[in-house]
Nanobody, 120 residues
Framework: VQLQASGGGSVQAGGSLRLSCVASGRTASRYVPGWFRQAPGKEREFVAA??????ITSESVKGRFTISRDNAKNTVYLQMNSLLLEDTAVYYC????????????????WGQGTQVTVSS
């Protein structure tokens, strides 16, 4: 499974961005996607994951970020609204076999990351 993330960029605080991640490969449709991020000098952290009923997000982005997927396109999205300076990070999409997985070790495949920079 190969994952290609896009949609990152620079935005002012309070703005919005939508990240996309396309999965390809013969078994791509079997996997469940999620998003993580890593800020400079910090560990990679969970952001959002697809569940049976929709999606879940971390407490730090709850109410601002939404995860969704288009199964026909093997694509997962991360809609990010009301962005804060502390949302600045490299965002990674990942794919695993468990719905709602919150830890990195539960994911088998990782994309290359896309930079999101929020400025004041």
């Amino acid at each position: 499974v190969q994952l290609q993330a896009s949609g990152g960029g620079s935005v002012q605080a309070g703005g919005s961005l939508r990240l996309s991640c396309v999965a390809s490969g013969r078994t791509a449709s079997r996997y469940v996607p999620g998003w993580f991020r890593q800020a400079p000098g910090k560990e990679r952290e969970f952001v959002a994951a697809i569940t049976w009923t929709g999606g879940i997000t971390s407490e730090s982005v709850k109410g601002r970020f939404t995860i969704s997927r288009d199964n026909a396109k093997n694509t997962v999205y991360l809609q990010m609204n009301s962005l804060l300076l502390e949302d600045t990070a490299v965002y990674y999409c990942a794919a695993g076999l468990r719905f709602g997985a919150r830890t990195a070790h539960e994911y088998d495949y990782w994309g290359q990351g896309t930079q999101v920079t929020v400025s004041s």
